[in-house]
């Protein structure tokens, strides 16, 4: 095993970063703690992967396998919307706001793009969101909507995509900024 030279590694840093390093390294006066940085980076790089599959929840596939999201064309993509997703999603709006989610069409989320046919996400059909990661302005002045979206919506549509959540670590996965774009435009990836 190839032995790790620490002044390589801190010098690799940022300054203030760095600096920080090297007091917690003297302060342990050990390079047990070298181990605990690789694992620590190892946990974060498996979260990441895990974050970015996508579980099987499409029609199958010309090898007889159930297709992901990713890999469905156009039209198993809309079947799957109507089959799946609008059926999971609507109760959510209806138990939220019955009189105004009375009906529930492809147009809630996707606006003119029943007519156009570009089904693209995030779409500037839904109110553009602040951009801040922890969505502070949303949870400050829409409590009630961010609430419901955070713990019911998103969770739903996510299981219905066959998408893991949005990891605030990763910054992947299905959430708020998959359907809304940011304040200059899509972010996260999307």
């Known amino acids: 095993m190839k032995k790790l030279n620490v002044s390589v590694a801190l010098n690799a840093l940022l300054p203030s970063t760095r600096s920080a390093a090297t007091d917690f390294l003297k302060r342990k006066r050990s390079r047990a ?3 605990l940085f690789i694992g620590l980076a190892s946990v974060i790089t498996l979260i990441s992967l895990n974050c970015a599959s996508h579980a099987p929840v ?3 596939g010309p090898d007889g396998r159930r297709l992901t999201w990713d890999k469905m064309d156009i039209q198993q993509r809309q079947t799957h919307m109507r089959d799946v997703v609008l059926p999971r999603v609507a109760p ?3 138990a939220w706001k019955p009189e105004r989610f009375a009906t529930i069409e492809c147009s809630l989320c996707h606006g003119d793009a029943v007519n156009t046919g570009n089904f ?3 779409t500037d059909h ?7 990661l922890l969505l502070g302005h949303e ?3 829409f409590p009630e909507t961010t609430r419901l979206k955070l713990d019911r919506l998103v969770p739903a549509m996510a299981n219905a995509l066959g998408m893991s959540q949005f ?3 990763t910054r992947r996965g299905f959430g708020c900024y998959s359907c809304h774009l940011g304040p200059k435009g899509p972010m996260f990836g999307h």
């Open 58 to 60: 499409g029609p199958a």
């Open 167 to 169: 990891n605030i670590i």
């Open 126 to 132: 839904l109110v553009r969101l602040s951009g801040d």
């Open 139 to 141: 949870r400050e002045n």
């Open 120 to 122: 693209h996400m995030p």
């Open 92 to 94: 959510i709006f209806r």
């Open 33 to 35: 703690v070298i181990p």
